[in-house]
């Protein structure tokens, strides 16, 4: 199991594992729902840029979007780790966000990858790590947990957790 950046990945297996993901899901947001191929090339040669901070909206922190592929070389989720706060991250969505291909729920392997996810985290010098996850989604909590993870506050529609690394 490993975490590819978007760019490095198999460009044909990685557009057809964002097409698999609805525009948002359990709080995941497909940000290539609705692209076409060229649009999709485009993106991700912006991915690039924008993991070097390079090119990014107002408001943006540089991330870098993770394809995890599994042992026998499927690609079965995405992973997107920022790698700072601004105050709506913060108070939002966090340091990672993450979705698996519906066809490979139920087998540990968001589990997986957001453990390889925190290793990027700490590779970036990262102590306390951000996350969030809809309260409907007892899956995601639960990965969360698995991997250290703490509640640190809610409130009507979300679990605000922290991993220390």
Known sequence: MRLIEVWNADRDKSYDLYKSFPEDENGF???????NREE??????????????????EG???????????DDGNYVGIFNFRH????ALRNGAGHIGYG????YRGRGLASEGL???LEKCREKGIKEVYLSCHRDNPASLKVQIKNGAVVHHEDDKEYYTRIYL
């Open 84 to 87: 700072y706060l601004n105050d």
């Open 40 to 57: 999709y090339d485009r993106y991700v040669s912006d991915c690039k840029d924008w993991s070097q901070g390079i090119g990014l909206k």
């Open 29 to 35: 947001s497909n940000s290539c729902f609705g692209m």
């Open 115 to 117: 453990r390889l996810a």
């Open 60 to 70: 943006y922190v540089p991330d870098t979007r993770y394809i995890l592929e599994d």
């Open 100 to 103: 698996i291909r519906k066809e």
